[in-house]
């Protein structure tokens, strides 16, 4: 078996910013260390008893410690304005943050400002506000630690390679990534074991015969509806070319509403039902009828046959026949175990604090112990 990585994770389960708040390394003023960007201009905004009116600048906040000011002028009699906080992960779809509601602002002889910190774990953020019976006088910046250096590039490569030794001690992939892992057949028991943990999806199984034909086991399901026949009772998924029969067991997975064994029922050439009441349009999964996907949390994957189902039989190609390709670690760095991150930082540390070479004072280098006690929990064992 081998495994190849295709595509290497976006996200870091440290932040530069983090990296150089525990290097004490920056641009060594304070002015040089944030940037502030506004997000609704400061002025007079008319009356509007919706957030859709006044939408400030979204602003990039991942790897960046990030506090939204809000000022007010002096509100008029009657006047009333409401600020909060939105998020995002794609700078499109905004959603109100938990706990991003500033405090009311209503009739005031006074100016005032409130401060708030996201602490959330999205990409974007931007304000909205909402001002009722009077127009009023307010604006909004978003200010960012954006500590700066001259060796930034490097700081950014060690946090690469920290997270890259971490995955390889603990053999986990930390956040998300995709794989592909190659068989040269199909074992003689039931089940494979998916490396690295945390399996998100199993996006396919291909396999080639010896005429380089081939035959993918899985297939895509790009929309989900409620079904034109029965809708009270069943749902319509569309999966192009699917083939699947009336009364077959498939077996999705990869959605958030409609994960696990179903019969079909109304079977088109591109679409069929599920007996399970549609709930939403997840627009993404795969069935199959040929095997289980089994997540296991944050252990070890598995791909399971169903009961009385075989392991295709052929005559296999004579390179790596077989491919699964999966997705697998945590979502967010917010999800990665603290041992993991403080592992992760000491690695850094090191990397930056001997990056001339691994000798300490004349003496042989000795790797920091800690990060093995750190981990030693963490290590993903072959636990099937």
Known sequence: MKSVIITAPTLEPI?????????????????????????????????AANYTTHVGTAVEVLGYTAVVVATFGVLTVGGVVDVKIQE?????????????AFTQVTISATASTQ???????????RTVAKVITQNSEFGTTVIRLTATSIEDDLLDAIIIASRENVEDITRRALLTQTWDMYLDGFPSVDFIKIP???????????YKDSAGAETNMTKALTAFAASDVTPATKTKVTSAAHGFDDGDTVYVSGTTSYNGAHTVSNSGTNTFDITVVYVAN??????????????????MGRVVLPYGVSWPSFTAYPSSPIVIRFVCGWTTAALVPYKIKAACLLVATDLYSNREGQIVSGQDYKENRAVQRLLASARLWDEF
């Open 15 to 47: 932040t530069p910013a983090e990296l150089k708040l525990h290097l004490r390394v920056d641009s060594g003023s304070f002015a040089g260390n944030i940037d502030e960007t506004i997000s609704i201009a400061p002025g007079s905004h008319v009356i």
């Open 88 to 100: 995002s992960d794609d700078n499109v779809t905004y959603t109100d943050w938990a706990t991003g």
């Open 115 to 125: 401060e708030k910190a996201y602490t959330g774990v999205k990409r974007y953020i």
């Open 196 to 206: 690295f943990g945390n399996l998100a999806t199993v996006t396919h199984i291909k």
């Open 282 to 299: 997840d627009a993404t999964g795969t069935a199959t009828e040929n095997y289980i996907v089994e997540t296991n949390g944050e252990g």
